[in-house]
């Protein structure tokens, strides 16, 4: 009799319990959900009880999304959470926040310097095993309405600016130098004197700034590239300046040819200069004594 009573006491902490490192954690959250955000795809894992748990791939446009918001409805999931992925977390937050679906975004480094995980652990599961223990810290983010009268604000500054006429502008090049984007070149006898970057319009360059240090934290962009490029060689306060003059020119082309942005991706120097890349790799591999022959 002892026994049965033991054995539907142990079941029933259980349930309420995890064993974990040597130390019996609290669950809080009994059905709870970990997604893993990736460019084209979402892997969410649910814990729907103690030992239970399923994992779904859904992929990143809004109809997918809310497929995968009817199914936590389904399984009343208690909590949902993501990591800060670029930009990549915001149609997805946006969506829960409309379906009213808990959610929080947490900080990925918060994650990884949590002891314990181990290497088989999916990252999505790795993140709702995390959650429903409380082991993670949500990061502050605004209502809606702070959120969109932010990412307007900065296009605001900026037309208010610059105008939406780009005909008044020579060239990109002569609006790059309006904006004091450009490097002031002095020379004496042939020699450069100075390349600080010139005299401008200071709310417009200081606008850009800001803009080019959010672009860059995004490591699947175009901006993120380049700017590893000329950090490498520049350093990292030019590589930010160079990142707010391509996005001052991409602007200078949306207003004048009314055209949209589009994305080049991280991956375009690799396919804009294929030769240059093999080059510069032989010379490496001949410095090293390696004969290399293309064929």
């Not at 009994?30 to 795809?41: E, F, L, P, Q, V």
């Not at 992925?85 to 915001?90: E, P, V």
């Not at 160079?242 to 200078?252: E, P, T």
Request: glycine content about 6%; charged content about 30%.
């Amino acid at each position: 009799m002892r026994t049965q009573d033991s054995q539907h006491l142990w079941k029933r902490l259980h349930r309420l319990i995890l064993y974990r490192g040597g130390i019996f954690m609290e669950v809080l959250y009994k059905r709870c959900c970990g997604i893993d955000i990736h460019k084209n795809m979402l892997v969410a894992c649910v814990f729907i009880s103690v030992r239970k748990k399923e994992i779904r791939q859904f992929g990143t446009m809004t109809d997918d999304i809310l497929q995968l918001t009817q199914w936590l409805k389904e399984v009343d999931c208690e909590m949902a959470a993501m990591e800060s992925t670029g930009s990549y977390w915001k149609p997805v937050y946006n969506i829960f926040e409309e379906e009213h679906i808990p959610v929080i975004v947490v900080n990925a480094q918060h994650i990884k310097g949590v002891p314990g995980r181990k290497t088989d652990v999916k990252d999505a599961e790795w993140i709702a095993d995390l959650v429903r223990h409380g082991l993670v810290k949500a990061s502050f983010i605004p209502n809606r309405e702070q959120r969109e009268l932010r990412d307007k604000k900065s296009a605001e500054r900026l037309l208010a600016e610059t105008g939406i006429e780009m005909n008044q502008f020579k060239s990109q090049s002569n609006f790059s130098s309006w904006a004091g984007l450009v490097p002031e070149c002095k020379e004496s006898a042939g020699k450069k004197m100075s390349t600080r970057i010139r005299k401008g319009n200071q709310h417009v360059k200081s606008v850009l700034v800001e803009c080019a240090r959010s672009a860059i934290r995004n490591k699947k962009s175009y901006f993120y590239s380049r700017y590893q490029r000329i950090a490498s060689r520049r350093g990292g306060k030019r590589a930010l300046i160079a990142i707010a003059h391509s996005m001052l020119v991409a602007i200078y082309h949306i207003l004048k040819d009314l055209q949209p942005y589009r994305e080049l991706g991280c991956g375009y120097y690799d396919t804009c200069n294929h030769e240059k890349i093999i080059q510069r790799n032989v010379r490496s591999l001949e410095r090293l004594g390696v004969k290399v022959v293309i064929e």
